[in-house]
């Protein structure tokens, strides 16, 4: 992933943790300490997600919040309740491949959307790892996608 560099326009917070994540291999930042209003302070287990970009065919990274599905990995384009789906979300939709950095590892992964009761029941799964997406959805009149990026 080297060639990858940040998306541009990443909030401060995301930008530091991001550049402790890389500067460390890996070591430090995938578990973060976050103080969401409303919740008190928590750790979220975090990735880096870099995809290809749908307009620049440019390698983006983002640091974002994860769980668990079996071997695959499950992220949510909340953008923070935002009308419009994030970024690295519509580079999904155009360019699917992606890789992933968790912790030190780093894996090639395949992006698809869960629909139906899979996404229902990973929506749930996802509240457990960051309980501000159910404030997320409600902010917002768009159906929150629910990413599951499988190993390749």
Not at 50 to 74: A, D, I
Not at 119 to 134: E, I
Not at 144 to 150: E, G, K
């Amino acid at each position: 992933m080297a060639e990858a560099k940040l998306a541009p326009n990443l909030p401060q917070w995301m930008i530091d943790h991001a550049n402790r994540y890389i500067s460390s291999g890996g070591t430090d930042g995938h578990m973060y300490s976050a103080n969401p209003p409303g919740y008190g302070p928590m750790v979220v287990p975090s990735l880096m997600l870099t995809t290809t970009g749908r307009k620049s065919g440019e390698k983006y990274m983002f640091p974002l919040y994860y769980g668990q599905v079996g071997n695959s990995y499950l992220i949510i384009a909340s953008k923070g309740g935002a009308p419009e789906h994030p970024g690295w979300y519509r580079n999904l939709q155009a360019h699917p491949e992606a890789e992933v950095q968790v912790g030190t590892k780093k894996i090639k992964v395949k992006a698809r959307t869960a629909s139906g009761e899979e996404r229902a029941k990973l929506w749930q799964q996802a509240l457990t790892f960051w309980p501000p997406y159910a404030d997320y959805q409600k902010k917002t009149d768009r159906e929150i996608p629910v990413v599951v990026l499988d190993p390749v």
